[in-house]
Nanobody, 130 residues
Framework: QVQLVESGGGLVQAGGSLRLSCAAS????????VGWFRQAPGKEREFVAA????????YYADAVKGRFTVSRDNAENTGNLQMNSLKPEDTAVYYC???????????????????????WGQGTQVTVSS
């Protein structure tokens, strides 16, 4: 059982930066992969980025490669998403989620699928003005 609390959303101008945090309350946080997803009004939820539980491998959607960086701090039970060079099309509600990954390999196909995640944060709004 993992509870997730997100923070760091807000309003920024195009080209600006935001850092989202996902604080976990529970045991064995290091055994969970951390994924980030976003959903804009009228659109489907889409994968943004993820970081594996074992070796810290990272995965990114093409739309954010080179601009976003996903990381984790197991000592603080926290996942982070650094977002730079933000664009208006990045505007969405951002969600973090975790997936138990101790006995399974981490792949892009697996970690980019929202159906693979059991626990979700409440979401935080990111708005980028043009």
């Amino acid at each position: 059982q993992v509870q997730l609390v997100e923070s760091g959303g807000g309003l920024v101008q195009a080209g600006g930066s935001l850092r989202l945090s996902c604080a976990a309350s529970g045991r064995a946080f290091s055994s969970y992969a951390v994924g980030w997803f976003r959903q804009a009004p009228g659109k489907e939820r889409e994968f943004v980025a993820a970081i594996s539980s074992a070796d810290g491998s990272t995965y990114y959607a093409d739309a954010v490669k080179g601009r976003f960086t996903v990381s984790r701090d197991n000592a603080e039970n926290t996942g982070n998403l650094q977002m730079n060079s933000l664009k208006p099309e990045d505007t969405a509600v951002y969600y973090c989620a975790v997936r138990w990954s101790l006995f399974e390999s981490s792949t892009y196909a697996r970690l980019s699928n929202p159906d693979q995640y059991a626990y979700w944060g409440q979401g935080t709004q990111v708005t980028v003005s043009s």
